[in-house]
């Protein structure tokens, strides 16, 4: 009885869940605003604070361990399809100049969060270094939405923040990955044994996989000429789920390795022309919402949290990730004003802080109260990145008096000119020679 009332309520935070957070992202994107941000305020409105307000207690929602290991696999879905859709290729060709601001950025981001961490929030240094991965990725949904209205995201400023920004999310998930095994260890695994599974588990999902697959795709066609439908989706969707089951069980984060799982099929063209469309469709259509609603139901709106050192945090979060794309925008020879505009496109923060900040609650790195710190960061950023952009690309533009006196100028000019060449024309006809005729 208790296990079917479970379910039911899995059943019942689901529909609502994914209902909600569909209509509330659906609402902001029309808004012009990141359906994410739509999202998570769906989960802190419906998914707490309004059923307590109408007497409904919320926390069967929250309390079950099914429903908290069926949201992850949102997360799993958004990191496999990021590794499909960051190329290698692409990053190849990035110029020298967003790679030194790619990088320039993220040092300073995760320097200014560690300062923040340990001498702020004072935690040992373990906790801050990785408290500081909170500071380093960007978001680029929102920069680009916004760019591409004003017209300027074909424009040099436009491309260096896209190449920048997807610099940034794959550096921030690699330092997780790197910083997660060496900085918090299994206490029940030696850690020189645990970094030698680390370096196999990725070996195997980068390299050995892939190479399986494709043999098996050259020799027996399994994925363009399988029997049966939507074989390929089947296959690669139960190897998702299995590796981040080995990873979780190995200390690692299961969502870095679907991450780079991603990245590593990515070069498979068959695999991702069977599998990609509909990926996207079931993670963005249904667990991704749900994920984003989960983890917005999750944020605990206790005025306890804001703390003077815990306020501090967004505008240093903030503030280090634009001083970083500031410098590193200046020194490769972008202008001030451009600097300026790139340093603002930077700012966003969305998909990967939040599952940074999951997995580092998950884990028990941080507390909740960093948890919603990291959720109001999210929030903060998306809605005013886009009234900062707007405004650092606005135009200057002559004070009205100053432009009819300059267009009243032209104008007198003009017609002078046309005076002078009648005169001259005039001048030129009366000294023409006269005929003796």
């Keep these: 009885m208790v296990e079917s009332l479970e379910i039911t309520h899995i059943l019942l935070f689901i529909g609502i869940g994914l209902f909600s957070a569909r209509l509330f992202g659906e609402i902001f994107e029309r808004l012009k605003l990141s359906a994410i941000v739509g999202e998570l305020i769906s989960g802190i409105l419906i998914g707490g604070p309004l059923f307590m307000l109408v007497g409904v207690d919320a926390s069967f929602f929250m309390d079950s361990g099914s429903l908290q290991q069926f949201s992850q696999i949102g997360i799993l879905l958004l990191l496999f399809i990021v590794g499909l859709e960051i190329n290698i290729k692409d990053l190849r060709k990035i110029g020298k100049k967003c790679l030194t601001i790619s990088i320039t950025e993220v040092l300073l981001a995760l320097a200014g969060g560690f300062l923040t961490g340990y001498f702020l929030i004072k935690q040992d240094y373990k906790f801050a270094l990785f408290f500081g991965l909170l500071f380093t990725a960007t978001s680029i949904g929102v920069t680009v939405r916004t760019l591409s209205n004003l017209g300027k995201l074909d424009t040099r400023v436009g491309r260096a923040v896209l190449s920048v920004a997807v610099l940034d999310d794959f550096l921030a998930l690699i330092l997780v990955l790197i910083l997660g095994g060496t900085l918090f260890p299994n206490p029940d695994v030696n850690p020189l044994l645990e970094i030698l599974y680390l370096v196999i588990f990725i070996v195997g999902v980068v390299i050995i996989i892939p190479q399986i697959l494709k043999f098996l795709e050259k020799r027996f066609n399994i994925f363009s000429r399988s029997s049966t439908q939507y074989f390929s989706i089947g296959i690669i969707f139960a190897l998702l789920v299995s590796l981040s089951f080995f990873a979780s069980f190995l200390g690692f984060s299961g969502a870095i390795i679907a991450f780079l799982l991603g990245l590593s099929l990515q070069r498979n063209t068959i695999i991702v022309k069977e599998i990609k469309e509909t990926f996207v469709k079931i993670g963005d259509g249904i667990f991704i919402p749900l994920f984003f609603f989960t983890v917005g139901a999750t944020f605990q709106l206790d005025w306890r949290i804001f703390t003077l050192a815990n306020l501090l945090i967004i505008p240093i979060a903030i503030g280090s990730k634009a001083v970083g794309a500031f410098v590193g925008s200046t020194i490769t020879g972008f202008k001030p004003k451009e600097a300026t505009q790139l340093a603002v496109g930077m700012m966003p923060r969305a998909e990967i802080v939040i599952i940074i900040a999951e997995i580092g609650l998950l884990n028990g790195i941080f507390t909740q109260d960093i948890f919603s710190m990291a959720i109001l960061l999210v929030l903060v950023t998306v809605l005013i990145t886009p009234l900062l952009l707007k405004l650092v690309f606005r135009e200057k533009q002559?004070?009205?008096?100053?432009?009819?006196?300059?267009?009243?100028?032209?104008?007198?000019?003009?017609?002078?000119?046309?005076?002078?060449?009648?005169?001259?024309?005039?001048?030129?006809?009366?000294?023409?020679?006269?005929?003796?005729?």
Excluded: A, H, R, Y
């Design 398 to 437: 002559k004070p009205v008096v100053e432009k009819e006196i300059t267009e009243t100028i032209e104008k007198l000019g003009e017609l002078t000119s046309k005076i002078d060449n009648k005169e001259i024309s005039v001048t030129q006809e009366n000294q023409k020679p006269v005929s003796n005729d």
